[in-house]
């Protein structure tokens, strides 16, 4: 008699009670996405039979995973919509998509261009044609490249410096403050270094994968996840732990890579922590000390992204932030952003991307901060694009609001 | 983390304490797996099945948790209870101390205490809709019973006639035949013009009916949709409930879960308690799935986490476990006393759950615990099915242990 369940993701302990579907936030905007249930656990008893019972309709789920942070039942929802993604499609994925998720490669070809590449990129011509021929619509501008990669920063200057540190980490940094944004790098090696702690790159990180994975890109998103577990696993091996600072990337780094991809990071996974996490840990085990600037203030409102809903790590975030004197901290209702990295770029998919996010939208209209806190980047370019808010992501706002003098002092 | 109160598992109960508890001063979180049971909600609360519920009540055994807390209180939190749910803006119908009647979705006529805004109750087992009574359904929509339903009232005396509606808005929904559901619908229509145009249909097709009769689909994201619709309509409205999920307990736990954060509550959801952190009988803290080796300490802890369907309890081949935290269960070690073959009949399973003292602590390996209780259906000594007591125990004993809690200060 079978005691236990040993389906993939759980899907055989489904009990159809449709809670998945009230939740999902792609439902009640697009008619033609099925739900949660349908496209998980659901067609998933069709699919194990025959593959043909496959929809081209699964290209609607979000990823965002609140069918499987509301599911009673433990079933892991999004794990298997993405894994039927992955398996059953057949054909390529659309040219937007590729474009986009190949996110090293892209980069790179960027950075080396970066004035011309930007300044392409937003002109209307381009973008016309990038909506008609490419499929990424024409409301979204891309998010600007930067003059230099912040590995390049990094190695040029602060490398040299991180090994007088008693305390070393290794920071996975990821495709947005490396190719677009490394002052979020620097704010992050400002903030560690004024903590106690040095700095590590990893030796060959890759893509997290994320947009892969939603593309059905299998066979690129598998290179990258064994390439990083084998990277991740060597810094473990030399007794540092790997931090992060994007939300999405730890998601797809811890549980990803097993659920959808069958990757093992089981040697790696739990040593893998998001940098608020880790420094929660720090601050209240005494490990470390925060000194801060006399004066800050600032009206924040904090956006909890669905991927860091679903790690349940947000708690950290608002406790963090909360020990900012000056800072006046309110948590927005739990809402999807509507862009779900890659998904809101693509012109099929536009309108629900706003009609979606439209509540938080508003929300912070009527809140009215300085700015918005958030750890993911591509809710900063949702929030940003679609609010003209200014997002922030809570390691700047730290190396903001820190006296980084005084902290350095207190944990010499 | 350090918390006064840690509730596991947000359902009715969890709720109705943590409420209770942030409006006492305390500090709470709750940390719950997933949604919880009233999304299967019938709209209706039942407070026990019998004419006169209180003086029944009296007569329960020790071991029923209405016994535990005692008639006196029962009565006190029963005349309490509409005004508690209104604080957090939930509407509940009914006579706080007796029964009304409601029509459920298998078109039987059944007991209710509290009716939630969106289902219709009466005051009578014999309701009279009138001679004639026009039941309206919506093309594709099959978790309404509408047959069932024109039978029982039937039964009553009404001769029923079932139409169904097309509207526009709803023909976008069927383009996936399975998902035409109540919280589907329901959403649709929370839109101003969905609601006009059922209301001119309905209108066209209600000439000569006394009544019409509509399934309870109305309010998902706020109350007072219904009476809306039965204004336009004119006609003397009534709304039965259909089949899961439940609109009218989906809008109440959304509700009751935002007046818990708005008073400053923190909720942890999707998340899972694994383990406990015990110091001889006091539970010092809890481990969990998310929050891995960061622990969750509290003054007090209370285990709202349901029954079977939640997994609040696992049932095995050989005994019944309380999932989260492993505490003592009640149950009788012969298994062919735990349920009857015929499956209509009283189920004696549904009445198993943790073994509590008469202030809802709960023990564990024989002990009391020191600092944890236990409240609505995981509790042991209630029968909700055959009792008709699930809501009824749920918000009595969260209210009784959040208020054990504040009295032990």
């Known amino acids: 008699m079978q005691e236990k369940n040993i389906s993939k993701n759980n899907f055989e302990q489904c009990i159809k009670c449709t809670i998945c579907t009230v939740y999902c936030p792609v439902v009640p905007v697009n008619p033609l996405y099925p739900g949660p249930k349908q496209a998980g656990p659901d067609g998933e008893r069709y699919r194990l039979k025959k593959g043909l019972f496959y929809e081209d309709t699964l290209k609607y789920c979000l990823n965002c995973k609140r069918c499987e942070i509301a599911c009673p039942s433990g079933v892991r929802i999004g794990d298997i919509i993405q894994s039927a993604k992955m398996n059953y499609a057949g054909g390529f994925p ?50 600007k490249y930067a003059t230099e990669t912040f590995e390049k920063w990094f190695r040029k200057n602060a490398e040299a410096d991180q090994s007088r540190y008693s305390r070393q980490i290794s920071y996975f940094h990821g495709c947005y403050a490396n190719y677009n944004f490394p002052q979020l790098g620097k704010d992050f090696v400002a903030v560690m270094n004024a903590l106690g702690y040095g700095i590590n790159l990893l030796d060959g990180e890759k893509c997290c994968g994320v947009a892969m994975i939603s593309n059905g890109m299998k066979r690129s998103a598998k290179s990258a996840a ?10 473990v091996e030399d007794g540092r732990e790997v931090v992060t600072v994007s939300t999405s990337c730890t998601l797809t780094l811890r549980d990803e890579y097993p659920h959808v991809l069958g990757v093992d990071n089981s040697s790696v996974r739990d040593h893998i922590s998001l940098v608020e996490k880790f420094l929660y840990k720090a601050v209240t085990s005494g490990k470390t000390k925060l000194v801060f600037k006399k004066g800050f203030k600032a009206k924040v409102a904090y956006h909890c992204p669905c991927h860091q809903e679903k790690l349940g790590w947000g708690a950290f975030t608002t406790e963090l932030l909360g020990m900012i004197p000056g800072l006046e901290l309110t948590v927005l209702d739990s809402n999807c952003c509507g862009i779900a990295g890659t998904y809101g770029f693509k012109k099929a998919n536009y309108e629900s991307s706003q009609a979606i996010g439209k509540p938080l939208f508003d929300q912070i209209a009527s809140v009215n901060p300085d700015y918005v806190a958030c750890e993911c980047e591509t809710c900063k370019w949702q929030i940003e694009m679609s609010t003209g808010y200014n997002v922030k992501n809570p390691v700047s706002i730290l190396a903001e609001a820190l006296d980084l003098e005084e902290t350095a002092k207190a944990n010499f | 983390m350090k918390f006064d109160a840690a509730i596991i598992g947000g359902g009715l109960a969890g709720l109705v304490c943590g409420i209770r508890l ?19 909600s019938s709209g209706t609360m039942g407070l026990y099945n019998d004419d006169s519920p209180l003086e029944a009540i009296s007569k329960l055994p020790e071991e029923h948790p209405y016994s535990k807390i005692g008639t006196a209180r029962i009565r006190q939190y029963a005349e309490s209870v509409q005004q508690f749910f209104s604080e957090a803006g939930v509407t509940l119908d009914g006579s706080p101390l007796g029964n009304r009647w409601r029509v459920t979705p298998a078109g039987n006529i059944a007991r209710c205490w509290m009716a939630m805004d969106g289902v219709t109750s009466f005051d ?22 509408t047959s069932f339903i024109a039978e029982s009232l039937g039964r009553l005396g009404s001769e029923c006639t079932v139409k169904s509606v097309k509207l526009e808005e709803f023909e976008r929904l069927r383009h996936s035949a399975t998902e035409m559901r109540s919280t589907n619908i329901a959403r649709a229509l929370d839109k101003e013009e969905t609601i006009t145009s059922l209301v001119n249909a309905v209108k066209n097709l209600s000439e000569g009916f006394d009544t019409v009769v509509l399934p309870a689909v109305f309010g998902l994201s706020k109350e007072g949709t219904s009476g809306k619709v039965a204004r336009g309509i004119g006609v003397e409205t009534v709304f039965i409930g259909s089949m899961p999920p439940s609109v009218q307990g989906i809008r109440t736990q959304m ?44 003054d007090d802890f209370i285990l709202t986490t349901g029954s079977f ?32 073959l015929k499956f209509f009949n ?64």
């Open chain 1, 94 to 143: 659309s040219v937007a998509g590729m474009m986009m998720a190949s996110t090293d490669l892209m980069g790179g070809i960027a950075t080396s261009f970066p004035r011309i590449t930007n300044k392409v990129l937003a002109t209307r011509p381009v973008k016309e044609v990038l909506h008609s021929v490419v499929g990424v619509d024409k409301h979204r501008t891309f998010p």
């Open chain 1, 226 to 235: 064994r390439k990083n577990v084998k990277v991740i696993g060597k810094a």
């Open chain 2, 22 to 40: 942030q409006k006492a001063g305390k500090k709470c979180v709750m940390i719950t797996t997933g949604e919880s049971s009233l999304y299967f």
């Open chain 2, 124 to 145: 009578t087992p014999t309701p009279s809709l009138g001679k004639k009574v026009l039941i309206v359904n919506f093309l594709g929509f099959l978790d309404f019973n």
């Open chain 2, 255 to 298: 509700q009751l879960s935002r007046t818990f954060q708005s008073l400053g509550g923190r909720l942890f959801m999707g998340d899972t308690v694994v383990s406990g952190e015990w110091e001889g009988n006091i539970l010092k803290s809890v481990k969990t799935v998310n929050l891995e080796d960061i622990p969750v300490e509290a």
């Open chain 2, 309 to 340: 369907f939640s997994r609040g309890l696992t049932a095995t081949p050989y005994e019944i476990k309380e999932t989260a935290l492993g505490l003592d269960v009640d149950f009788p070690g012969d298994r062919s006393l735990w349920y009857d």
């Open chain 2, 346 to 409: 009283r189920q004696n399973y549904i009445a198993f759950g943790v073994k509590t003292d008469k202030n809802f602590k709960a023990s564990k390996d024989g002990q009391t615990c020191g600092n944890v209780y236990a409240a609505g259906s995981v509790l042991s000594g209630a029968n909700a099915l055959a009792e008709g007591c699930g809501a009824g125990v749920a918000v009595m004993s969260a209210m009784a242990v959040a208020d054990n809690i504040s009295r032990e200060e």
